[in-house]
């Protein structure tokens, strides 16, 4: 089954904004202890420039929440026969007791065909600030997201290496 070029891309941006909701969810979560979250997104429209939607679930004092963001995707040639994907952009978590927002950077290396089936992007968020309980969050981290369709479905865990909400 061959992939069409626009596609493809599309499926990389929407790795982008799981990274962008994770890097909130996880700066959310125990950001004293250096909490985890893990997050489930679903890109309604790929495309280089889009928003993205989806639930998240960390660690106290945030727990389960929503998330939207927004992002835009750069893509550059790496050597020969490969593309690193570079996205960034900004997201917003909404939980019971607060919100949380902040900014991402994250790229992957995407190989022409023969590829794998899974994606995979790594990166680092920032948390800029929140509000309600969450209103003193803070913080920077490291994100790995993953995608086995390559188009609609991320799940992402977030580590939260330093902060505090």
Known sequence: MRTKPGLLL???ASATALTIGVGTAMASGGAAAGGTCTYKLTNGTPGPSST???HVKCSR??????????YSQT???KGTSSLQLIYSGKFKNKFKHGSIKGTFKTSGT???PPMSTTLTMTGKFKVTGG???LRKAHGKGTMT??????TQHFTCTQVLTKGKL
Do not use: E
């Open 131 to 133: 509000t309600g309980k």
């Open 61 to 70: 004092p945030a727990g389960k929440g929503k998330s939207h963001f927004s």
């Open 52 to 54: 993205m939607s989806g």
């Open 110 to 112: 995407l190989i022409p």
């Open 10 to 12: 599309a499926s990389v």
């Open 75 to 77: 893509v550059a040639p």
């Open 145 to 150: 997201c993953t995608s086995s369709d390559l």
